[in-house]
C-alpha cells in the first residue's frame, strides 16, 4: 500500500451571508466543522448544505455558520467548547467538559457524534502517529475523556454493531481505525509505516464495528 498522501486544502467561502431568522454559529478558536455539529446535534452534511461546504473547506474565527436551513429554535448547544491546545497539528481538548441534555432525538445525535469522528479523522490526514493516537484525538473532539489506551481498550467507547456507518470505529487485534464511508477507512500505523492514511475496509478484514455512545 502506497502510505503517501497527497491532500488538497481548498479554503472555504466562509463568509456566506445567512438568513436572519436561521440558527448560526459564530466559529471560534479551535472550532472545528465536526466540533460545531457535534455540539448542536446535528449532522456534519446538513452543516455542508447549509454552507456550501465540504470535507476540504477551512473555518476561520469570526465566521458564521449556518446550523441548518429553518428558523432559530431548531437545535441548541449541547456543550461549551473546551479550550484547545493544538500540538504538531493535531489538535486535542485541554479539559472535559459536561454535556447538557441533546435537545435533537438520539439518531441525529448519533449522526452528528459519526460525522464529528469522521471529520477529525480527515483533518489527521498525513499526520505521523500510532493508530490508537487518531482514535483518541477524534474521541476528544467529541467531549469523551481519554488516555493512552490499546486497541482492544476501545470498546468501551460504544456498542459493537455487525455493519459499520460512518464513524464507526474498527478494531482488531493491535490496531484501530475509523470507518468513513464507502468501504474506506483512515488509519495510522498501517504496513509499519506511521503515516495517517485513507485505505479500504478490506485490508482489516476480521475487525469488530464499535458505534461510538453519545
Known amino acids: 500500500m502506497d502510505a503517501s498522501v497527497a491532500e488538497t486544502v481548498a479554503p472555504a467561502s466562509a463568509a456566506v451571508a445567512v438568513a436572519p431568522g436561521v440558527a448560526s454559529h459564530t466559529v471560534q478558536p479551535g472550532d472545528t466543522l465536526g466540533k460545531i455539529a457535534a455540539s448542536y446535534g446535528v449532522s456534519l452534511e446538513t452543516i455542508f448544505a447549509a454552507n456550501g461546504l465540504g470535507w476540504e473547506s477551512i473555518i476561520y474565527p469570526g465566521d458564521v455558520i ?12 449541547i456543550s ?55 482514535v483518541e484525538v477524534a474521541l476528544r473532539s467529541i467531549g469523551k ?28 487485534p493491535g490496531h484501530i481505525a475509523i470507518y468513513v464511508g464507502n468501504g474506506q477507512v483512515i488509519s495510522s500505523g498501517m504496513n509499519g509505516v506511521n503515516a495517517t492514511i485513507l485505505h479500504p475496509l478490506s485490508d482489516l478484514a476480521g475487525s469488530s464495528y464499535i458505534r461510538v455512545n453519545p
Open 66 to 77: 449556518a446550523l441548518s436551513g429553518g428558523p432559530i429554535g431548531v437545535t441548541a448547544p
Open 80 to 134: 461549551p467548547a473546551p479550550v484547545e491546545i493544538s500540538t504538531m497539528g493535531i489538535t486535542t481538548a485541554s479539559s472535559t467538559i459536561e454535556r447538557a441534555p441533546a435537545q435533537a432525538s438520539s439518531t441525529v445525535a448519533a449522526s452528528g457524534i459519526g460525522s464529528a469522528l469522521v471529520a477529525s479523522a480527515y483533518a489527521q490526514i498525513g499526520a505521523t502517529q500510532d493508530c490508537t493516537i487518531l
Open 145 to 172: 475523556t481519554v488516555g493512552d489506551l490499546a486497541p482492544e481498550q476501545f470498546y468501551q467507547y460504544g456498542t459493537t454493531v455487525s455493519t459499520p456507518a460512518p464513524g464507526d470505529l474498527v478494531i482488531r
